[in-house]
């Protein structure tokens, strides 16, 4: 485990001396660490040069199964670790725009029904959380834009409803300041379709969570769910954008049909009872 941190720590940061400093060991024990793990797989790992050190053709290989072997020994350690109190163990990652309100209330809940299943939460995209539950390291994933894979379960959850807010409702739109959120290819579709004049945005980001706090600080508009959008417009922060169009994102539960965690039923069944209550919360709002 050492030797496999220690190449990863060498290749985030370019330089044996650098990753010695951030893992706080000698640099002749970080070249040791790195020599060993070569000479196990009997492979160069890292090209070495006054600059620095970079990845060879294996080392970039062998730099996806580094990752695995990190994260399936976490996973181990804490479903093995898991004091007798707690009977099973989840570990359930999404996109973070599901992390706002909805997860958390699930996790709430979940706690409060089934005290005795420990719960690890993560943040994540698209192809790393698909990645981790077709690897087995993550037992169910939330996403916007999944892909199928055989023994994966994709599963319909509920369809976001994507508003447009503004710091000033007032000021014609669009405006220089508006920020596309990049919500995938089905947004990309329907807002393509409702604005086919609108040139590209000045600034486009991945994430609805980073658009927000970029308006809020320097005033302008983005597309969010409006389960971010409720708490914002309540605190005065953002505004509707009248007569502004609103847009389906659909969010997906991915699954292994077969697992070995005797608690993934339970929990998928009561991520469809929150998404229910969550989608009835939002038509209620949404009438008021």
Known sequence: MNQVKTFLAVAANGSFLEAASRLH??????SSRIQGLEAYLGASLFVRNRSGAVLT???????????TFVLTLEQARHDVGLPSRYRASITIGARIALWEVFL????????????DISIRSEIGFEADLMRRVIQGTMDVALMYTPQHSP????QPLFDETLVLLT???????????YIYVDWGPAFYAQHSSSYPDLERPAQVVNIGWLAVQIIISNGGSCFVPLRMAEPLIQAGKLFHMPDSPQFKLPAYMVYPRHSESTVLEQVIESLRLQAMIEMQKSKVSVLL
């Open 25 to 30: 060991v000698t640099q002749s024990t970080v």
């Open 57 to 67: 053709a294996a080392g970039r290989r062998f730099m996806h199964h580094a990752k």
């Open 104 to 115: 958390p209330r699930w996790v709430g809940e979940m706690r409060r029904t089934s005290p």
């Open 151 to 154: 023994g994966i379960q994709v």
């Open 167 to 177: 710091t000033d409702p007032q000021k014609p739109w669009p405006d220089e300041n």
